[in-house]
């Protein structure tokens, strides 16, 4: 709020506590450290601990307005993701159950065909995932979650990648982008395994 006498008006209605209006510094330190980029947004600690539950509580008062799975911790990476990926291009496509990919690091690639600085890392990426597996012969993939505008957009960039895809508009891309916060590509997430969903970087692209 702007104003004292709006705070006042608008926590009249609320039967929770409130941090006082006055206190504008920890205000800003809270959306600071929680990273808030728009209101409103509901943040669920542990108040024993003050480890964070989720960050979307808004999305889970939404969808379980009874509040049955309250507080609504995030699924493991591993249920988010379940389902099929693809690997391959054009006749030799294939589905595969990301299951498989289960006890190894994998990366997490947004990109876009339509985005210049993705077109130019793409390369590189490719030339340190062959490295990886062919001379290092480390147990590891990568995913592609696209951000294309088109299915032939995605179709010509994903035919010169080596590693596996989400298929075109699947609705997990909007869950891992949400998820990860991703607000620009190319990005390229690492995480120790799907089903721990422990992040290793946050900017394996700064690292290849």
């Not at 705070?7 to 809270?30: H, I, N, Q």
């Not at 539950?53 to 493991?76: M, N, Y």
């Not at 379940?82 to 690997?87: E, F, I, T, Y």
Request: proline share 7%; glycine share 8%; charged share 30%.
């Amino acid at each position: 709020d702007r104003e004292q006498a709006k705070f006042d008006e608008y926590y009249e209605e609320m039967p929770w506590l409130a941090l006082p209006y006055s206190d504008r510094d920890t205000k800003g330190k809270l959306s600071k450290k929680f990273k808030v980029q728009g209101i409103p947004t509901f943040v669920i600690l542990d108040a024993s601990t003050g480890k964070l539950i989720t960050k979307d509580g808004r999305q889970g008062v939404g969808e379980d307005p009874k509040a049955e799975s309250f507080p609504w911790p995030p699924k493991p990476l591993s249920e988010t993701l379940s389902g099929k990926v693809l690997r391959g291009s054009g006749d030799a496509r294939q589905e595969v159950d990301v299951l498989e990919l289960t006890g190894r690091p994998v990366g997490l690639y947004f990109s876009a065909h339509w985005c210049p600085p993705c077109r130019g890392f793409t390369p590189q990426l490719i030339k340190t995932y062959n490295k990886i597996k062919e001379e290092y012969k480390k147990e590891f993939e990568i995913i592609f979650v696209s951000s294309d505008r088109s299915e032939e957009s995605f179709d010509d960039y994903f035919k010169d990648m080596p590693w596996m895809a989400l298929p075109y508009g699947d609705d997990r891309i909007k869950t891992l982008s949400k998820l990860f916060g991703i607000s620009g590509i190319p990005t390229l997430i690492i995480v120790e395994d799907l089903q721990t969903g422990k992040i290793i970087t946050k900017d394996g692209r700064g690292a290849v």
